[in-house]
């Protein structure tokens, strides 16, 4: 919703730019300059929004749903960095992962999380967490930080059928589809021509909003 805003805010700002550079007419300076805040609020907390796709830890009732489906899994942190961005002071990381489900081949993929600094010494190479794919035909999964019983076991017992990095191909997140607030438009890769058919026609309808009215003065 933001980002398909900020489109519209865009499309403004450049019919204002363009109206005040084209025409003289009067009353008509204050649209760019009062557009241009706007603008860059939105761009600012869109490109904040992105970097925080994929935080949002899952509900209880969405792990048991994921896990009802046979996609929870073992695996690995094989690397973990900050992203430079924190909330509340916990770090934004990415954690590079071996994923070894139950259902088919191990894989290598990334997922982001807030680490609270005294959580950091669970989150190191080597050591293994509980995970839920959230798709079975996608790479994408969630840290569940509290597990169960049974997976408490499994993690602990089984930590062995997870495979080296070394042995496994990578098979990249797409964050979009990670957990968060869902889009009013496609998300990840399928969705990325809805997108930008979206956000073109936004942008052309801010044009529109400002130019339409004044087109006897172009």
Request: proline letters at 7%; charged letters at 20%; one cysteine or more.
């Given at each position: 919703?933001?980002?398909?805003?900020?489109?519209?805010?865009?499309?403004?700002?450049?019919?204002?730019?363009?109206?005040?550079?084209?025409?003289?007419?009067?009353?008509?300076?204050?649209?760019?300059?009062?557009?241009?805040?706007?603008?860059?609020?939105?761009?600012?907390?869109?490109?904040?929004?992105?970097s925080l796709r994929g935080v949002l830890p899952l509900k209880d009732e969405q792990v048991r749903a994921l896990l009802d489906q046979n996609l929870g899994?073992?695996?690995?942190?094989?690397?973990?960095?900050?992203?430079?961005t924190s909330i509340n002071d916990a770090p934004l990381c990415e954690l590079d992962l071996v994923v070894a489900p139950f259902d088919r081949g191990a894989?290598?993929?990334?997922?982001?999380?807030?680490?609270?600094?005294?959580?950091?010494?669970?989150?190191?190479?080597?050591?293994?967490?509980?995970?839920?794919?959230?798709?079975?035909?996608?790479?994408?999964?969630?840290?569940?930080?509290?597990?169960?019983?049974?997976?408490?076991?499994?993690?602990?017992?089984?930590?062995?059928?997870?495979?080296?990095?070394?042995?496994?191909?990578?098979?990249?997140?797409?964050?979009?589809?990670?957990?968060?607030?869902?889009?009013?438009?496609?998300?990840?890769?399928?969705?990325?021509?809805?997108?930008?058919?979206?956000?073109?026609?936004?942008?052309?309808?801010?044009?529109?909003?400002?130019?339409?009215?004044?087109?006897?003065?172009?």
């Amino acid at each position: 919703m933001l980002r398909l805003l900020t489109a519209l805010l865009a499309g403004i700002f450049v019919g204002g730019v363009g109206l005040d550079l084209l025409t003289d007419a009067e009353g008509i300076a204050w649209i760019w300059p009062t557009t241009l805040p706007f603008l860059i609020i939105g761009l600012t907390l869109a490109l904040v929004g992105n970097s925080l796709r994929g935080v949002l830890p899952l509900k209880d009732e969405q792990v048991r749903a994921l896990l009802d489906q046979n996609l929870g899994a073992l695996a690995r942190i094989t690397g973990i960095k900050r992203t430079g961005t924190s909330i509340n002071d916990a770090p934004l990381c990415e954690l590079d992962l071996v994923v070894a489900p139950f259902d088919r081949g191990a894989y290598a993929t990334t997922v982001r999380a807030l680490v609270d600094p005294v959580e950091i010494p669970r989150f190191q190479p080597g050591s293994v967490v509980v995970v839920a794919r959230l798709r079975a035909d996608r790479p994408e999964v969630s840290l569940i930080r509290e597990p169960d019983a049974e997976w408490r076991r499994r993690a602990n017992t089984e930590s062995d059928r997870i495979p080296r990095r070394n042995r496994v191909s990578v098979w990249e997140a797409d964050h979009r589809d990670a957990p968060g607030p869902r889009s009013l438009v496609g998300v990840g890769p399928e969705g990325r021509g809805q997108r930008l058919t979206a956000y073109a026609v936004l942008f052309v309808v801010g044009v529109a909003i400002v130019l339409g009215p004044n087109a006897s003065a172009l």
